[in-house]
Antibody, heavy 120, light 107 residues
Framework: EVQLVESGGGLVKPGGSLRLSCAAT????????LNWVRQAPGKGLEWVSS????????YYADSVKGRFTTSRDNAKNSLFLETNSLRVEDTAIYYC?????????????WGQGTLVTVSS | DIQMTQSPSSLSASVGDRVTITCRAS??????LAWFQQKPGKAPKSLIY???RLQSGAPSRFSGSGSGTDFSLTISSLQPEDFGTYYC?????????FGGGTKVEIK
């Protein structure tokens, strides 16, 4: 069974940092692209970042470019999102989502999400 | 960026009704369109990919159609567990973009 479990969320002050993790089980991580998607309270879904199966290609939304960094460790079946210079508007549930065998593919599975709250 | 516009923004229907949600892309996206269902307080679930292909585990009463700029998601016979918000998303090019969502309520 495919499972994605996010962790690392919490309360942080504006300008602060958090490192989000996503642990994957039930499939071979190195074969699939991965995504981060977020959802602000009461709002819709917003794509944040995508990373190819090998990590050679990474894409970011303009709203996070230069502040967030996506990486993966296929040997440890894990995806990461380093978030820096956090803003109040970054407050959201952050979901890890699995694509398919290449970059730019449909999302098939979602994690349960981890909540990031940016507030003074 | 490609804008995705869903309609209606909300609907209320009875069990057994046929329900259709539409999604329009501001530019052609071939068939690179997905549909997701999200229930309150839960993570989204994947229903449809490539505009019309059913994701593994999604009920067969869900179907998708369209290509280019105009797409639709149809629930052939609405069930009580189908309440929630439905989102379309294009994956033709970056940035990936989602529609604003359609909230489905059961009468």
């Amino acid at each position: 069974e495919v499972q994605l479990v996010e962790s690392g969320g919490g309360l942080v002050k504006p300008g602060g940092s958090l490192r989000l993790s996503c642990a994957a089980t039930g499939f071979t991580l190195s074969s699939y692209s991965l995504n981060w998607v977020r959802q602000a309270p009461g709002k819709g879904l917003e794509w944040v970042s995508s990373i190819s199966p090998t990590g050679s290609s990474i894409y970011y939304a303009d709203s996070v470019k230069g502040r967030f960094t996506t990486s993966r460790d296929n040997a440890k079946n894990s995806l990461f999102l380093e978030t820096n210079s956090l803003r109040v508007e970054d407050t959201a549930i952050y979901y890890c989502a699995r694509g398919s065998y290449d970059i730019l593919t449909a999302i098939a599975y979602w994690g349960q999400g981890t909540l990031v709250t940016v507030s003074s | 960026d490609i804008q995705m516009t869903q309609s209606p923004s909300s609907l209320s229907a009875s069990v057994g009704d046929r329900v259709t949600i539409t999604c329009r892309a501001s530019q052609g996206i071939n068939s690179y369109l997905a549909w997701f269902q999200q229930k309150p307080g839960k993570a989204p679930k994947s229903l449809i990919y490539a505009a019309s292909r059913l994701q593994s585990g999604a009920p067969s009463r869900f179907s998708g159609s369209g290509s280019g700029t105009d797409f639709s998601l149809t629930i052939s016979s609405l069930q009580p567990e189908d309440f929630g918000t439905y989102y379309c998303q294009q994956y033709d090019r970056y940035p990936l973009t989602f529609g604003g969502g359609t909230k489905v309520e059961i009468k």
